[in-house]
Nanobody, 122 residues
């Protein structure tokens, strides 16, 4: 089992940037498929981005394409989410998790971190 800890959230003005980190312990993330999700108050958890373990292929939700970038540093056992040109609608708790295969459904993911709050002021 892997433990995931997110960090890097905070309060930022619209148009600003943040970089979130998803640090793994207990198991290497290097070969695992890692996804970022977010959940705003009163809304369902939604897929944001994911990255494969072997060839680092990435996948993004349409709402963040061109603004967010997912990457990984296996030497640090960490996956990142660089978020640029943030909008008020990006406000949510962002969480990372792992899955055994490529998926955009939260039901396929396990070992969720506790999440980090991102608040974008307009």
């Amino acid at each position: 089992q892997v433990q995931l800890v997110e960090s890097g959230g905070g309060l930022v003005q619209a148009g600003g940037s943040l970089r979130l980190s998803c640090a793994g312990s207990g198991r290497t993330l290097g070969s695992l498929y890692v996804g970022w999700f977010r959940q705003a108050p009163g809304k369902e958890r939604e897929f944001v981005a994911s990255i494969t373990g072997i060839d680092w292929n990435t996948n993004y939700a349409d709402s963040v394409k061109g603004r967010f970038t997912i990457s990984r540093d296996n030497s640090k056992n960490t996956v990142y989410l660089q978020m640029n040109r943030l909008k008020s609608e990006d406000t949510a708790v962002y969480s990372c998790a792992i899955a055994p295969y490529i998926s955009m459904s939260a039901r396929d993911y396990d070992d969720w971190g506790q999440g980090t709050q991102v608040t974008v002021s307009s």
